[in-house]
């Protein structure tokens, strides 16, 4: 009844003072035990457990505290420990973990206290845990509000993207994946010369035109770590902070592909030179590919846009000529079913009436004119549609443009 005594009496206590105390206590009750204690994120025991990379039971001498969660999205329950005991067997040696959450001002502070015979052995298990929490497995890593969390979700949908439909100007496709798969598969080379192995690259163009998509094609083909960035913000944190734990995070998961989107929103006056030195780590930095990418370049700093050393590769994505779309209708047409199909004389009228869409634009052209169509079910009606839609389209771009013109 020692823990459940003295988890009870820490929770009664004033925040600063709940860590100090167990620490101090835990020491006593247990002073031929070995005590490593901290609150890394990187210390999940229960997803290690549930890896089968070791054995886990809570202890049915205290209360253990367990919350159950609702995820709608997936249509199942989760459980959440708060506070609790366990007893724990990794290769076939016993040690005893001691999980405890509490509130620190707005952020809730979890910690952990590990008991076991040596030093050695309570580092060798915290680092095997930390280190397979570290592992991106079929997810990609999210920044945002300070923390990391691992996307399976967003993992998932960029198992659809491809360069197959994708249709880009020139050789730009094929000059992109060779640049990535050339670094990746160069690391003696670079090593050889002296050259520290790492990249930046940055796609400019205006939304729509396929840099996003693109990214998510070189994820999927590259197969290697995806870390990726929506903010550098926190309610919490500086922005120089959660840089830091963003390139950290980089460096222990390379090599990675770590994404920038819309880096010119990222950025701000007060961040930039913090993130300029970040990202300037040298050896720091080996493996680590950044991508970045801009639909406004003029409101980049020429530190980042025309220094070479940090994005030395800049690829620009611009609105499809009528080459492209034709490839791009094409590709879209021979997915539809054969009621719906364009004829060629169809395709030239749409290739006439889009000039000035971006493939976004074109996409969406096709999309809601389906929806329409299936409404009405008439054959060969999906022309007639298109015609009534892009004159619908091209006044929206009208209007977003004349919005933009006016901020």
């Known amino acids: ?27 006593a009750i247990y002073s031929q035990k070995i005590l490593l204690e901290g609150s890394d994120d990187s210390f999940n025991l229960e997803e290690y457990a549930d890896a089968n990379l070791c054995e886990i039971q809570n202890d049915s001498h205290i209360h253990n ?71 991106i497995r079929d997810e990609v890593l999210v920044f945002e509000d300070g923390y990391w969390n691992k996307n399976p979700d967003l993992f998932q949908s960029i198992q659809g993207a491809n360069f197959q439909n994708l249709v880009l100007h020139g050789n730009l496709k094929e000059d992109i994946q060779d640049d990535l798969i050339n670094f990746f598969a160069s690391r003696e080379i670079y090593a050889n010369y002296g050259v520290p192995w790492k990249r930046g690259i940055l796609f400019i163009g205006s939304p729509g035109n396929g840099k996003t998509h693109t990214v998510k094609a070189l994820i999927n083909q590259i197969q290697q770590p995806c870390l990726y960035v929506k903010s550098f913000k926190s309610e919490y944190d500086t922005d120089s902070e959660n840089i830091r734990k963003v390139f950290k995070q980089a460096r222990q998961s390379a090599p990675c592909i770590l994404v920038l989107e819309d880096i010119d929103s990222l950025l701000s006056d007060e961040n930039r030179s913090f993130f300029l030195n970040e990202l300037d780590g040298f050896a720091d930095n080996q493996g680590i590919v950044t991508i970045a990418t801009t639909n406004h370049p003029e409101r980049l700093d020429s530190a980042i846009s025309d220094r070479p050393s940090r994005f030395d590769r800049k690829y620009h994505f611009e609105l499809p000529d009528i080459s492209e779309r034709r490839a791009y209708i094409t590709l879209w047409n021979d997915k539809l ?66 919005n933009k013109e006016a901020l």
């Open 337 to 402: 079913k054969i009621a719906m199909r364009l004829s060629d004389q169809a395709i030239d009228q749409m290739l006439a009436l889009t000039d000035g869409f971006s493939f976004a634009y074109l996409k969406e052209l096709f999309l809601s004119s389906m929806i329409r169509w299936m409404g009405a079910m008439e054959t060969g009606g999906l022309e007639k549609i298109m015609v009534s839609q892009v004159a619908i389209l091209r006044e929206q771009m009208s209007s977003t443009t004349a």
């Open 1 to 27: 009844m020692k823990i459940q005594q003295l988890i009870t009496e820490a929770l009664n206590l004033p925040n600063n003072a709940i860590s100090y105390h167990i620490s101090q206590e835990l020491a």
């Open 65 to 135: 505290q367990v919350l159950t969660g609702w995820n709608g999205m997936d249509n199942e329950i989760y459980k959440y420990t708060e506070n609790a005991s366990f007893e724990v067997t990794w290769q076939a040696e016993k040690l005893d973990v001691l999980l405890m959450s509490w509130q620190q001002g707005y952020c809730k502070i979890r910690y952990y206290w590990i008991l076991a015979d040596s030093k050695e052995l309570a580092e060798k298990f915290f680092t095997a845990v930390c280190d397979w929490n570290a592992e």
